[in-house]
């Protein structure tokens, strides 16, 4: 196993890394939108949803591989009335590539954010 860190993006808020690779895949810890220097992004959930993948970006970058090689990864929201708005940016960020996808609604996220994303990648 290979843990991954990189500045540009925040650093954990707890006891865990921002991302392991194990046995060709990379597995992120969930992103949040705080910035690298550990400020929440303020804004609704598109420009939450930017600082997320702004964060997975950074995070994938540093372990040698980007969007283009996420598989799956697991969107957690606080509330799904905001699924269409957060479907838009995220459409963005995967550019007509669709990886599997789990996206639920959560009663509280760290920090009190809107959305909450973890992947998994081919390094």
Do not use: W
């Amino acid at each position: 196993m290979q843990l991954i860190h990189t500045d540009h993006a925040p650093k954990a808020i707890g006891p865990y890394s921002q991302a392991i690779i194990a046995n060709g895949l990379l597995y992120t810890s969930g992103q949040i939108p705080l910035t690298a220097e550990g400020n929440l992004v303020e804004g609704g959930i598109q420009e939450q949803t930017k600082q997320v993948f702004a964060n997975l970006k950074a995070v994938l970058e540093e372990a040698g591989t980007d969007l283009s090689k996420v598989i799956k990864t697991t969107v957690f929201l606080k509330d799904l009335t905001m699924f269409v708005e957060f479907n838009g940016i995220y459409e963005e960020f995967f550019n007509g590539h669709k990886p599997a996808r789990s996206c639920v609604e959560v009663a509280r996220l760290p920090k009190d954010v809107l959305v909450e994303i973890e992947c998994i990648a081919v390094v």
